[in-house]
């Protein structure tokens, strides 16, 4: 199995920015999309946005417009740049293979990363 590590979430007002970094992928970019995800307090993990292997990028509509999500292989890092940040985007964030019956099983749930956002 990979192994992927998210980072970069804290505290911010409602209308800062934060990236979120998911690390590891390796050579599973290249055959499986990754995607992030991210559960609220009490509530269910929900989907927030993919990038394919040929690069194409997906969103929820709760964060349309305001969170892109890209790829650098130089450095192995998935990024997730999440602007205008709002209240109701609180939750913790987590990175994950997805595609086909052997991507979405070759990453097991990670720590995640919080992010918090105040109004």
């Known amino acids: 199995q990979v192994q992927l590590v998210e980072s970069g979430g804290g505290s911010v007002q409602a209308g800062r920015s934060l990236r979120l970094s998911c690390t590891g992928p390796?050579?599973?970019?290249?055959?499986?999309?990754i995607n992030w995800y991210r559960q609220a307090a009490g509530k269910q993990r929900e989907w927030v946005a993919s990038i394919r292997t040929d690069g194409k990028t997906s969103y929820a509509d709760s964060v349309k417009g305001r969170f892109g999500i890209s790829e650098d292989q130089a450095t192995d890092t998935v990024y997730l740049q999440m602007n205008s940040l709002k209240p109701e985007y609180t939750a913790m964030y987590s990175c994950k293979t997805g595609g086909d019956n052997y991507c979405i099983s070759l990453t097991d749930w990670g720590q995640g990363t919080q992010v918090t956002v105040s109004s």
């Open positions: 390796g050579s599973a970019s290249k055959r499986c999309a």
